[in-house]
């Protein structure tokens, strides 16, 4: 392999494979099976090396990219005869994985005899089994009883399905004809994305593509270097807190230590609260990659996210503690919360350093899903609410965006179209807007929230669980800023009295007609509230963003 290689070859390889990443993405939306993913698109596609190197991305969900490296490493491990033709499957979080629900295809590809790299494939299960339906169980209280774990197992062997496998996974799932559909669609993603590289490798020559990738990721280091360089030396603290963790423990707090000098930059997590009892603990690669997002959000968004742009960071944990739980332990909360937290806890340590970078507080998740029977065909469903996204924090460059999503996906998950979600599940939106007033007041305010009237159109009694953050705390605000307004969700059924929803409960029952009254929170604003100009103010009254347009809404 030429010790070299050309500005313009590289650019046109890594072009290449960033194209191949994305076409893999458009055939993955395109297949699926089930609403999570079709809709709302809660996938991410990659391509990393037999050094567990992460090589390119799409623009998905960060969470998922920044923990593929761990799970390549724990695949590579496991498996030393790895033929054309396998598949390899997991999702343990103590297998490199992230939360169980996220399951991950790796297809591998080969150069002639000579095995290069990995198309990867991780998609977020609608159901996982385990004790709830929709994969998330706050009442775990160890891993065993949120859902099936899957080491790295070799679903495909040179070509050959292993049948009996794909009947074990598929039988231990409430939605089976959507999980065999949705793991076709990944599969034949990650087929794609092997089709391509094999091309690439007959164009260029693998000898030319491998020397193409380590220049992308020197490239890349010295790009994300430069950048650091130029903020502030010194050693700096943040923290964030977890309302709760369903079980009867608040304001669990995640600390971040950073020192930077130079270009490089240590984050230290080790003085977080322990351990919970619950799911809200993080995975290894989950806290991994929560440290990645926080570094990727502040340096360029032209500098690729590769491997390369992670090596000015060295980040230190302590196992034990709540971001790097110990083995056996429930985690599915994790790649909302904690995650989210370890974001908001580094990039406020990081505000001292480099305050024009620092973005305020993004929203919190807070999720529900329902398990009921469709009147109109008698058949089961499970639906997940992605329709009400909160808001974005503001930055430097100004505010928030509205109803965008959290740290973990900003902007990846969406909510796709109400009418479709009417036409699929029996549910009626009867309201959805803007929630006026719950971005963080600032120089820039925070995006807004959704406000959302969601009706059950069910005969039968339907279930409902929560799972998230943020009803207690709302997104910070960041140097000066206001923090946004936390999520409020209700509960009104006709005979009842209205009652709020928790952010981790199990069994909600939820009659026919019931509605779900759902106030999503706003993201923090950014810089001090004095600041914002008056044009600004004046064009937030006009289009009803305003305090006193919230309190109109809610009377």
Same mark, same amino acid.
């Given at each position: 392999?030429?010790?070299?290689?050309?500005?313009?070859?590289?650019?046109?390889?890594?072009?290449?494979?960033?194209?191949?990443?994305?076409?893999?993405?458009?055939?993955?939306?395109?297949?699926?099976?089930?609403?999570?993913?079709?809709?709302?698109? *809660?996938?991410?596609?990659a391509i990393c090396d037999t050094g567990s190197r992460l090589i390119a991305q799409a623009d998905h969900i960060p969470v998922h990219v920044g923990a593929l490296t761990w799970a390549t490493r724990a695949v590579e491990e496991?498996?030393?005869?790895?033929?054309?033709?396998?598949?390899?499957?997991?999702?343990?979080?103590?297998?490199?994985?992230?939360?169980?629900?996220?399951?991950?295809?790796?297809?591998?590809?080969?150069?002639?005899?000579?095995?290069?790299?990995?198309?990867?494939?991780?998609?977020?299960?609608?159901?996982?089994?385990?004790?709830?339906?929709?994969?998330?169980?706050?009442?775990?209280?160890?891993?065993?009883?949120?859902?099936?774990?899957?080491?790295?197992?070799?679903?495909?062997?040179?070509?050959?399905?292993?049948?009996?496998?794909?009947?074990?996974?598929?039988?231990?799932?409430?939605?089976?004809?959507?999980?065999?559909?949705?793991?076709?669609?990944?599969?034949?993603?990650?087929?794609?994305?092997?089709?391509?590289?094999?091309?690439?490798?007959?164009?260029?020559?693998?000898?030319?593509v491998e020397a193409a990738v380590e220049a992308i990721l020197d490239a890349t280091e010295q790009q994300a270097r430069a950048v650091v360089s130029t903020w502030k030396d010194g050693v700096f603290h943040g923290e964030a807190?977890?309302?709760?963790?369903?079980?009867?423990?608040?304001?669990?707090?995640?600390?971040?230590?950073?020192?930077?000098?130079?270009? *490089?930059?240590?984050?230290?997590?080790?003085?977080?609260?322990?351990?919970?009892?619950?799911?809200?603990?993080?995975?290894?690669?989950?806290?991994?990659?929560?440290?990645?997002?926080?570094?990727?959000?502040?340096?360029?968004?032209?500098?690729?996210?590769?491997?390369?742009?992670?090596?000015?960071?060295?980040?230190?944990?302590?196992?034990?503690?709540?971001?790097?739980?110990?083995?056996?332990?429930?985690?599915?909360?994790?790649?909302?919360?904690?995650?989210?937290?370890?974001?908001?806890?580094?990039?406020?340590?990081?505000?001292?350093?480099?305050?024009?970078?620092?973005?305020?507080?993004?929203?919190?998740?807070?999720?529900?899903?329902?398990?009921?029977?469709?009147?109109?065909?008698?058949?089961?469903?499970?639906?997940?609410?992605?329709?009400?996204?909160?808001?974005?924090?503001?930055?430097?460059?100004?505010?928030?965006?509205?109803?965008?999503?959290?740290?973990?996906?900003?902007?990846?998950?969406?909510?796709?179209?109400?009418?479709?979600?009417?036409?699929?599940?029996?549910?009626?939106?009867?309201?959805?807007?803007?929630?006026?007033?719950?971005?963080?007041?600032?120089?820039?305010?925070?995006?807004?929230?959704?406000?959302?009237?969601?009706?059950?159109?069910?005969?039968?009694?339907?279930?409902?669980?929560?799972?998230?953050?943020?009803?207690?705390?709302?997104?910070?605000?960041?140097?000066?800023?206001?923090?946004?307004?936390?999520?409020?969700?209700?509960?009104?059924?006709?005979?009842?009295?209205?009652?709020?929803?928790?952010?981790?409960?199990?069994?909600?029952?939820?009659?026919?007609?019931?509605?779900?009254?759902?106030?999503?929170?706003?993201?923090?604003?950014?810089g001090p509230p004095a600041k914002r100009s008056a044009g600004a103010r004046e064009r937030d009254r006009e289009q009803g963003l305003t305090e006193a347009a919230a309190g109109q809404a809610s009377s």
């Amino acid at each position: 392999m030429s010790a070299k290689i050309d500005p313009i070859t590289r650019s046109v390889v890594q072009h290449r494979l960033s194209s191949i990443v994305k076409e893999m993405g458009e055939a993955m939306l395109r297949t699926s099976y089930s609403q999570i993913l079709n809709s709302s698109r *809660d996938f991410s596609l990659a391509i990393c090396d037999t050094g567990s190197r992460l090589i390119a991305q799409a623009d998905h969900i960060p969470v998922h990219v920044g923990a593929l490296t761990w799970a390549t490493r724990a695949v590579e491990e496991r498996f030393k005869d790895v033929q054309p033709g396998d598949v390899i499957l997991l999702n343990d979080p103590y297998h490199g994985g992230s939360h169980l629900p996220d399951l991950t295809a790796f297809v591998p590809v080969f150069a002639g005899e000579k095995r290069l790299l990995w198309t990867i494939v991780r998609a977020h299960q609608s159901d996982i089994g385990g004790a709830t339906h929709g994969a998330y169980n706050p009442a775990a209280t160890e891993i065993y009883q949120e859902g099936l774990r899957v080491p790295p197992i070799k679903l495909y062997e040179a070509g050959k399905l292993r049948d009996d496998l794909l009947d074990l996974l598929a039988l231990n799932i409430r939605n089976p004809r959507d999980f065999r559909g949705d793991l076709a669609a990944m599969l034949g993603a990650a087929h794609l994305g092997e089709r391509r590289l094999a091309r690439l490798f007959f164009e260029f020559g693998a000898p030319v593509v491998e020397a193409a990738v380590e220049a992308i990721l020197d490239a890349t280091e010295q790009q994300a270097r430069a950048v650091v360089s130029t903020w502030k030396d010194g050693v700096f603290h943040g923290e964030a807190f977890l309302d709760d963790d369903g079980h009867g423990r608040t304001d669990i707090r995640i600390a971040a230590k950073v020192t930077k000098k130079g270009s *490089d930059i240590e984050i230290d997590l080790s003085e977080s609260d322990p351990q919970s009892t619950s799911f809200v603990n993080s995975s290894h690669a989950n806290m991994q990659a929560a440290v990645a997002m926080a570094f990727f959000y502040l340096i360029d968004p032209e500098v690729a996210k590769n491997t390369g742009a992670l090596r000015p960071l060295k980040v230190i944990a302590k196992q034990g503690t709540v971001v790097w739980a110990d083995p056996g332990r429930p985690v599915t909360l994790c790649t909302s919360h904690p995650s989210n937290e370890i974001v908001e806890a580094i990039v406020k340590a990081l505000s001292a350093s480099c305050p024009e970078r620092a973005m305020a507080g993004w929203s919190r998740r807070f999720r529900i899903a329902i398990q009921g029977e469709d009147p109109r065909s008698g058949k089961n469903f499970i639906w997940h609410l992605f329709q009400a996204r909160p808001g974005g924090g503001a930055s430097s460059a100004g505010d928030g965006w509205s109803s965008i999503g959290e740290w973990h996906s900003v902007g990846g998950l969406k909510f796709g179209s109400l009418e479709v979600a009417e036409v699929r599940f029996p549910l009626h939106f009867r309201h959805h807007e803007f929630r006026a007033g719950s971005g963080g007041d600032g120089q820039f305010r925070g995006g807004l929230g959704v406000s959302l009237e969601l009706v059950l159109e069910t005969e039968k009694i339907a279930k409902g669980n929560t799972a998230g953050d943020g009803a207690r705390h709302g997104p910070c605000g960041m140097l000066g800023g206001e923090d946004g307004q936390p999520h409020h969700y209700r509960l009104l059924s006709e005979g009842r009295e209205p009652r709020v929803l928790r952010t981790k409960e199990v069994g909600i029952e939820l009659r026919p007609g019931d509605c779900l009254d759902i106030r999503s929170s706003g993201g923090g604003g950014w810089g001090p509230p004095a600041k914002r100009s008056a044009g600004a103010r004046e064009r937030d009254r006009e289009q009803g963003l305003t305090e006193a347009a919230a309190g109109q809404a809610s009377s």
